[in-house]
T-cell receptor
Framework: DAGVIQSPRHEVTEMGQEVTLRCKPI?????LFWYRQTMMRGLELLIY????????DSGMPEDRFSAKMPNASFSTLKIQPSEPRDSAVYFC????????????FGNGTRLTVT | EDQVTQSPEALRLQEGESSSLNCSYT??????LFWYRQDPGKGPEFLFT???AGEEKEKERLKATLTKKESFLHITAPKPEDSATYLC???????????FGQGTRLTINP
């Protein structure tokens, strides 16, 4: 398996623009997670899905952020409108439900909002 | 609220100089403690899961141990390729998400 695939790898946008990040989880995994990593706050969970259904979105910063998982092989994280403080690396991860399995991470999208 | 604190923030060692990284945690009912390695520009890569106090796991030059309040990642005779940020995370009973510490940035000088 190719692992978790994220696109784009880098995104530079201007404040106020819409940004869409994409993720393809590992085939067969039941859970999908979106994390954000910054120097100040480390890795923070934004939202996670189980079988395409959002389970916990308490980490989503505000209404400007939204996430969807229309099917088992695709998820998006959208920021509209974007702000400079959204600049960070956004990671997608997936895991099996059974036996306390670890999360497998993609290589992230580095977002810069100017 | 689950909390994970890692120390030190950064550690610089000479090649072959063994040391340990610390991960202190507070969680209501530990289901698992996870160690990850993260290289620059990459996502975290899974290393170990520890489930209960007293458990140990080994992989090459790395050994992870667990007590009721903390975990240690021991690095024996490290090589420059062991340079990375090491992240610790906890999963509580009944949950699926991981709560991460801030990480320890390890540099091994040749």
């Amino acid at each position: 398996d190719a692992g978790v695939i994220q696109s784009p790898r880098h995104e530079v946008t201007e404040m106020g623009q819409e940004v869409t990040l994409r993720c393809k989880p590992i085939s067969g995994h039941d859970y999908l997670f979106w994390y954000r990593q910054t120097m100040m706050r480390g890795l923070e969970l934004l939202i996670y899905f189980n079988n395409n259904v959002p389970i916990d979105d308490s980490g989503m910063p505000e209404d400007r952020f939204s996430a969807k998982m229309p099917n088992a092989s695709f998820s998006t994280l959208k920021i509209q409108p974007s702000e400079p403080r959204d600049s960070a690396v956004y990671f997608c991860a997936s895991s099996f439900r059974v036996s306390n399995s670890p999360l497998h991470f993609g290589n992230g999208t580095r977002l810069t909002v100017t | 609220e689950d909390q994970v604190t890692q120390s030190p923030e950064a550690l610089r060692l000479q090649e072959g100089e063994s040391s340990s990284l610390n991960c202190s945690y507070t969680v209501s009912g530990l289901r698992g403690l996870f160690w990850y390695r993260q290289d620059p520009g990459k996502g975290p890569e899974f290393l170990f899961t520890l489930y209960s106090a007293g458990e140990e796991k080994e992989k090459e030059r790395l050994k992870a141990t667990l007590t009721k309040k903390e975990s240690f990642l021991h690095i024996t005779a490290p090589k420059p390729e062991d340079s990375a940020t090491y992240l610790c995370a906890v999963r509580r009973q009944g949950a699926q998400k991981l709560v991460f510490g801030q990480g320890t940035r390890l540099t091994i000088n040749p």
